[in-house]
């Protein structure tokens, strides 16, 4: 966690997936959900609670309880958060650079996996049609787009089928079709 003084407080994954979720909702969440969210059937509340206590010492003043939720100072404040923003305001270039890895790439929590598509998907949509091939380039070399056909398909049409940049990502895509099945 990097606060905005410049300090910076490492977090376990689950903390991680913790303050994920706060920033996914505004409302915030019980404690029973957040169990259920990270940790799935066998969560438990009191655990959540161990967690949340261990998250305000940390982030003094950023966390809320009765329900769970970031002050309105820290909503919205995420790297995630900051890329669908740039969205928003029709900054795509803006987004790709604040979008380096996949949101919590580590983490197997339903809700994160859940949160992790949802993003990627929203930045790849917004690429494809932003008909810029610069942008589409970027994303097919992320990891995120790495795997995304799609953008591929939209890059040979805007650049044409002989273009060395299409050809590199085209050539990956189906190596990556190959070894993977994806």
Same mark, same amino acid.
């Given at each position: ?12 994954l ?44 940390? &982030?003094?003043?950023?966390? %809320? $309880?009765?329900?769970?939720r =970031?002050? !309105? /100072? ?5 790297? *995630? #958060? ?25 983490? &197997?929590?339903?809700?994160? %996996? $859940?949160l992790?598509?949802? =993003?990627? !998907? /929203? ?5 494809? *049609? #932003? ?39 085209? /050539? ?11």
């Amino acid at each position: 966690m990097v606060f905005p003084d410049g300090r910076r407080v490492p977090l376990s994954l689950r903390r991680a997936e913790i303050l994920a979720l706060l920033d996914s909702r505004r409302r915030g969440w019980s404690a029973m959900e957040l169990a259920y969210e990270v940790y799935g059937e066998t969560g438990a509340a009191s655990t959540i609670r161990i967690e949340m206590h261990r998250i305000r010492a940390a &982030a003094s003043g950023l966390v %809320e $309880s009765n329900p769970y939720r =970031l002050t !309105d /100072a820290a909503h919205g404040t995420s790297d *995630a #958060s900051r890329v669908v923003r740039s969205m928003r305001n029709g900054q795509l270039a803006e987004a790709l650079d604040a979008y380096s890895a996949p949101l919590l790439s580590r983490s &197997a929590a339903f809700a994160i %996996e $859940s949160l992790r598509v949802e =993003l990627s !998907d /929203a930045v790849g949509t917004a690429v494809r *049609a #932003s008909g810029s091939a610069e942008l589409i380039k970027r994303w097919c070399a992320t990891d995120m787009g790495s795997t995304d056909e799609r953008a591929v398909h939209v890059l040979g049409r805007l650049l044409g089928p002989r273009d060395a940049g299409y050809l590199s990502f085209r /050539a990956r895509s189906e190596r990556l079709d190959r070894e993977f099945g994806l």
